[in-house]
């Protein structure tokens, strides 16, 4: 595309399908968290009322358990002053700003243009039907998510993208991207990695070995010892648009040096600063700084947080391998093994804890999936289970029909290889991770889960027991979370914001009823206590089958602040609580007359 032409995907039709399927997203989700309450003039079908009563959303919908509204988006009309009007995501947000609580409106509204441009260009590729994604390779269907994370509205707002890098780095877009590296002088710099791998090693693995040569001959071009340096790969954007501006006098004293891009293609991921090698697969996932806004956070990456990464990740490994219970799950971990960041020492004496200007230059490896894989497996991102094409096929519905299996039987071989090993972390360790549907990686046979890999270790990784005993390297992880809130990291992170989707997803499709559902789910639950009878205090303790949980909200933290809705250092005190929603596995807790027989073919320990 020329830089002076229009975008093909700003294009009438594709920006009022995209303002749509947004619109539908947003009431969705507002009623869910409570800050939107619709009127039912009549059974399904409901109405909006704008701040100032001018504007009125009709729409039918069907309220699924989790106080889930699954809207029809064909449904949805507007009216202003009594005429109809497009619809229009943009002025939905200033309609219902100040019901909404929104603290930065045109901050918000920037993110919100921006997730719609996202959606206009994913309709503007040719249609990727299920039945074909089903049974694509890993990035063909990595590349193919078209939601985003499924309860934040602006969810792809990548504020710093102009357009042509929007077409270069964003994920849907599916460009190779080759990495710059740059040589930082070891003085400045910090490198760690897990126990037993050197600097060396790591890059030797990681660089072909002419390409280390052009490397290593470019530094000495300048006059320079190599040995005094280390390498580390950089996002293009972040090179041209931060670094080499912000960083200007360390290039000059040659504290930092360019040397140029690697020879090796990647993918830009759905976390859009991770990225995937194609030119050879089982080399690491690297992950880089990034100072784009995206969903609420500036995706920067802390030298000083980083030093403790691989540390962190060892510890995780070694647990999943010597706890008999996780070992008996076909569950591990993709291990953050290395890290790398440099240290800008007058923005150091400058910038306070946690500032941006502190997480602008460092890179993370992460181990592939690929050699995780037996002949006949193939991997697959956890968010494609919630993935609906336009003809409103399922990618969950094509694996079930591959795997020849019945819905419930696939929901609880799914449930075994996801939810048992995060509840045995939970209780044995009260060890807490964000696994979400970016965050989990299913390695699929003839269509049915085979096995969980788990990661984004390091920063979203929690302990919040006090007995379990953590080496001082990775006492950062412990954290200090009131009791009564302790549930929610299943509650809140699986529940209400994975499984309220996937529910939604298969119910709608037809292929179980909610009761089912929610019936596997508490039967995968129940198997799992029973097989661990010493931990039955636990259970009691943090009970799973409550009869109501609170109810946690996402979007409200990013409409009070957008460029950081929460506190790295104190996550659970930026809690946005409202109210408590009704727990759909209680009805089916041990014991209780709803209990019924279990045909799904689950483990039993």
């Known amino acids: 595309m020329n830089s002076d032409s229009t975008p093909p995907h700003l294009a009438p039709q594709y920006w009022d399908r995209a303002n749509r399927l947004l619109v539908r997203k947003a009431i969705a989700e507002f009623s869910h968290e409570r ?26 919908a069907r309220k699924l358990a989790l106080n889930h509204w699954q809207v029809d988006p064909d449904s949805l009309a507007r009216t202003k002053d009594g005429v109809e009007k ?66 934040f509205l602006a969810n792809s707002g990548r504020i710093g993208f102009g357009v042509s890098e ?27 990695a897990s126990e037993g791998l050197g600097y060396d090693e790591l890059i030797r693995s990681e660089l072909d070995t002419s390409t280390l040569a052009g490397f290593t001959a470019r530094i000495g ?46 993918l830009a991921q759905q976390s859009i600063r991770t990225f995937f090698n194609i030119s050879n697969p089982q080399r ?87 050699p995780f894989l037996e002949p006949g497996q193939r991997p697959a991102t956890m968010a494609s289970l919630l993935h609906v094409d336009r003809a409103g096929d399922t990618f969950v519905g094509r694996l079930i029909a591959e795997s020849g299996l019945s819905p419930q039987a696939w929901l609880r071989k799914y449930l075994d ?25 299913l390695v699929l046979e003839h269509g049915v889960p085979k096995r969980v890999l788990l990661k984004d270790i390091g920063e979203e990784v929690a302990v919040m027991s006090r007995q379990t005993p953590l080496p001082d390297e990775v006492e950062r992880i412990r954290a200090e979370v009131p009791e009564h809130l302790h549930t929610l990291s299943i509650f809140t992170d699986v529940f209400d914001c994975f499984f309220r989707f996937l529910s939604a997803v298969l119910v709608t499709d037809g292929a179980m009823d909610e009761e089912t559902f929610w019936f596997t789910v508490a039967s995968c639950v129940r198997d799992y206590q029973e097989s661990v009878p010493h931990l039955a205090e636990q259970f009691e303790r943090y009970d799973l089958f409550a009869e109501q949980f609170d109810l946690s909200c996402l ?6 602040d957008s460029s950081q809705m929460v506190d790295l250092q104190d996550p659970s005190g930026a809690l946005q609580l409202v109210g408590r929603l009704d727990n759909p596995i209680a009805r089916f807790a041990p014991g209780s007359e709803s209990r019924r027989e279990d045909d799904t073919g689950g483990i039993r320990q």
Not at 555 to 560: P, T, V
């Open 417 to 441: 290889a996801y939810l048992a090993p995060l509840l045995h972390c939970f209780y044995a360790y009260g060890l807490v991770f964000m696994p979400h549907g970016e965050n989990v990686i």
């Open 166 to 192: 929007y077409l270069s780095y964003a994920p849907e877009a599916a460009t190779p991207v080759r990495l710059i590296w740059l040589a930082v002088h070891q003085d400045r710099s910090t490198f760690s």
């Open 555 to 560: 979007n409200r933290l990013q409409l009070r």
């Open 284 to 370: 690491s996932y690297v992950k880089t700084s990034l100072s784009v806004l995206n969903m609420g956070f500036m995706r920067g990456l802390s030298t000083e947080y980083m030093k403790a990464t691989p540390a962190i990740n060892d510890w995780v490994s070694d647990l999943f391998a010597e706890d008999e219970v996780l070992r008996q799950y076909p569950v591990d971990v993709l291990r953050e093994k290395a890290a790398l960041g440099y240290h800008p020492e007058q923005y150091e004496a400058a910038a306070a804890k946690g500032s941006p200007y502190l997480k602008m230059l460092a890179a993370l490896w992460r181990q592939s999936p690929t």
């Open 221 to 266: 071009e300048f006059g320079l010892d190599p040995n005094e340096y280390h390498l580390i790969p950089v996002h293009p954007w972040q090179w041209n648009n931060k670094l080499s501006v912000t960083f200007a006098a360390d290039v000059a004293r040659r504290d930092i040096v360019c040397l140029g891009t690697g020879d090796d293609e990647y």
């Open 86 to 151: 497009h619809l229009d995501a943009l002025e939905f947000m200033v309609d219902f700003h100040r019901t909404l609580g929104v603290d930065t409106l045109p901050l918000y509204l920037e993110e919100i243009s921006s997730t719609l441009a996202s959606m206009a260009f994913k309709l503007s590729l040719p249609e990727r039907p299920a039945a074909d994604l089903a049974r694509a390779d890993f990035q063909t269907i990595e590349a193919a998510m078209a939601e985003g994370h499924p309860c």
């Open 35 to 60: 800050l939107l309450s619709p009127e039912e003039p009549a059974p399904g079908h409901y109405c909006l009322r704008s701040d100032d009563q001018r504007s009125e959303y009709l729409f039918s």
